[in-house]
C-alpha cells in the first residue's frame, strides 16, 4: 500500500485529492498538511512513501517544504496550478520527482504516484514538452565529457526520451534490477536528483539523439 501525504493550503483541493487518491486500491491517504511547515512535521511523524506538495502554501512554501522533505525517504510530486517554468525547474532542483499540473486529471496523478514509489519520475506532458524544447539546442555542444559508460549513455537515452524501468529492461535484455543499479550509478556520476536530472543532461549535450 503506498501511503500519500497531501500538501495543500486550501482544504476543498485536498479534499478533492484525497478522493482521487483513495479510489485506488493500492494507495491510500494518511496525513493532510495546510501549510509547508505541517507538511515537514507530518512527514516525519507519518513516513509517507509519497507527498503531494503545492508550490505556493503559507509560512514555508512548497518548494522550500519539498527541499527538506526531497532529504529523507519521502519522494515529493508537486502538484499545483501554476504552469511556470520557473517553478517547474526550482521543483526539480528541490528533489522533485514529479510535477503535475492540477488540470492533468485523475489518471496522470496516480501514474505520478506509482511512478515515484518505482523510483521514476513523471512531469505533466505540456510541462516536459518545453522542458525539452529549451534543453535541446539546435547544435548540442558535445564538450562537456562524458562521464558515462557506453551502457550508461545508452540508457540515459532510453531514460530522456522517457521510457520506464520496465521498458528499457525489455529493450535492452536486462532485468529491472539491473536497470534500477545503472540509473542510480548514472544519477551518482552526473550529480543528478532524478531521472529528469539524468534526461536534462542528455538533451543538453545531444546525447539524447
Not at 502554501?57 to 512548497?62: S, V
Amino acid at each position: 500500500m503506498i501511503r500519500v501525504l497531501i500538501a495543500d493550503d486550501q482544504d476543498t483541493v485536498r479534499r478533492g485529492l484525497r478522493r482521487l487518491i483513495d479510489v485506488h486500491e493500492d494507495m491510500t491517504v494518511v496525513g493532510e498538511a495546510a501549510d509547508g511547515v505541517q507538511a515537514v512535521a507530518l512527514a516525519r511523524s507519518l513516513r509517507p512513501d509519497v507527498a503531494l506538495v503545492d508550490v505556493r502554501m503559507p509560512r514555508l512554501d512548497g518548494l522550500d517544504a519539498t527541499r527538506l522533505l526531497a532529504d529523507g525517504p519521502v519522494r515529493v510530486v508537486v502538484v499545483t496550478t501554476f504552469d511556470n517554468d520557473k517553478y517547474v525547474h526550482a521543483a526539480l532542483r528541490a528533489g522533485a520527482c514529479g510535477f503535475i499540473l492540477k488540470r492533468s486529471g485523475p489518471a496522470l496523478l496516480a501514474e505520478a504516484v506509482r511512478a515515484a514509489v518505482a523510483g521514476e519520475s513523471l512531469i505533466s506532458p505540456a510541462v516536459t514538452v518545453r522542458l525539452l524544447e529549451h534543453l535541446a539546442p539546435a547544435r548540442p555542444e558535445r564538450a562537456e565529457p562524458n562521464p558515462l559508460t557506453p551502457r550508461e549513455t545508452e540508457l540515459a537515452r532510453l531514460v530522456a526520451h522517457g521510457r520506464t524501468n520496465a521498458d528499457i529492461a525489455a529493450e535492452l535484455f536486462i532485468s529491472v534490477g539491473t536497470v534500477k543499479t545503472h540509473v542510480a550509478n548514472i544519477q551518482a556520476k552526473l550529480g543528478a536528483a532524478n531521472r529528469v536530472g539524468i534526461a536534462a543532461w542528455c538533451w543538453r549535450t545531444g546525447r539524447a539523439a
